[in-house]
């Protein structure tokens, strides 16, 4: 089964300062902020390691990896009560910290995309903003190689609006040997190919393992029997989404479904509307 972090938020509040951190945090932002609309020639490892990265922004018609779209402080009050609490209560309010930035990064990206991007090949990368504990944190958009990949393509262009203009939607993919899988066309030879989106609801519903499983396979079994026009033994519903506690928390619930050939030999067309026919081989 395909399963992937969608958004990941790196970095941990920082030290615990019982006697000196005020009420609320310092509102404001430090040294290594990034500045909203820079690009980056980021690889993935220090895209995770927080801000600030390493090396100077770059234009973002020459080439890069990923580009920040918004800088936000979780709550302020929020931000110090982590940092004078301590063992599980601390773990509490760090949790809580995580999901107020992961959900600042996700509700602002439709916007910045221009459309849904949980059916493109963007991703939404977010990293706590260097000390933690300030509460700052960055969010930047990149391209991946793949659903399930933490690989980054480089770019020579910008991301914003960039799904209004098309070219970036999801088709098929395929498996790249260790690496998981990537995206390709469907006229070439694949393993899968994308159904649509799939979103669990209530908006904030508890993490539970077993039912969050079955629920997406519910639903991207449903998206697949509508999308290929009959229920087949011969593909399985799969998707990409929030799968872990941790994911979980903060994100938007949604997943992207895949309809995946059951055996090892490749497609080679489209699955839409085949019905009960054969499989494009």
């Known amino acids: 089964?395909?399963?992937?972090?969608?958004?990941?938020?790196?970095?941990?509040?920082?030290?615990?300062?019982?006697?000196?951190l005020p009420?609320?945090?310092?509102?404001?932002?430090?040294?290594?902020t990034p500045a909203v609309?820079?690009?980056w020639n980021v690889d993935e490892g220090h895209a995770a390691?927080?801000?600030?990265?390493?090396g100077a922004p770059v234009a973002c018609t020459a080439p890069h990896t990923a580009e920040v779209f918004l800088v936000g402080q979780v709550d302020r009050e929020l931000a110090a009560k982590a940092a004078r609490s301590k063992g599980d209560?601390?773990?509490?309010?760090?949790?809580?910290?995580?999901?107020?930035?992961?959900?600042?990064?996700?509700?602002?990206?439709?916007?910045?995309f221009g459309g849904d991007w949980h059916a493109s090949r963007v991703q939404v990368v977010a990293a706590w903003i260097k000390p933690a504990g300030s509460g700052f944190f960055?969010?930047?958009?990149?391209?991946a190689v793949g659903p399930a990949s933490k690989r980054f393509v480089t770019r020579t262009?910008?991301?914003?609006?960039?799904?209004?203009?098309?070219?970036?939607?999801?088709?098929?993919v395929a498996r790249d040997g260790d690496n998981g899988m990537a995206y390709t066309p469907c006229d070439r030879p694949h393993d899968g190919e994308f159904t649509g989106t799939y979103t669990i609801t209530p908006p904030n519903a508890p993490y539970d393992a077993a039912k969050l499983g079955s629920t997406a396979t519910s639903g991207c079994a449903g998206l697949a029997t509508s999308y290929v026009g009959a229920t087949r033994t011969d593909l399985r519903a799969a998707y990409v989404?929030?799968?872990s506690a941790n994911d979980w928390l903060g994100s938007d619930q949604t997943f992207a479904c895949y309809a995946m050939v059951a055996g090892a030999e490749k497609l080679r067309g489209s699955v839409k509307g085949i019905g009960a026919g054969p499989l494009p081989r």
């Open 241 to 243: 989404g929030p799968t």
């Open 23 to 32: 009420e609320k945090v310092s509102a404001e932002r430090p040294k290594g």
């Open 37 to 39: 609309g820079s690009c």
């Open 157 to 172: 262009g910008s991301l914003r609006e960039a799904l209004k203009a098309g070219g970036l939607g999801i088709e098929c």
């Open 49 to 54: 390691g927080g801000f600030p990265w390493p």
């Open 138 to 143: 960055g969010c930047a958009a990149v391209e």
């Open 1 to 20: 089964m395909l399963a992937a972090v969608t958004v990941a938020v790196v970095g941990v509040v920082g030290g615990v300062y019982w006697l000196t």
């Open 89 to 112: 209560d601390a773990k509490v309010q760090q949790a809580l910290m995580y999901a107020q930035a992961r959900r600042g990064c996700l509700a602002a990206a439709p916007m910045f």
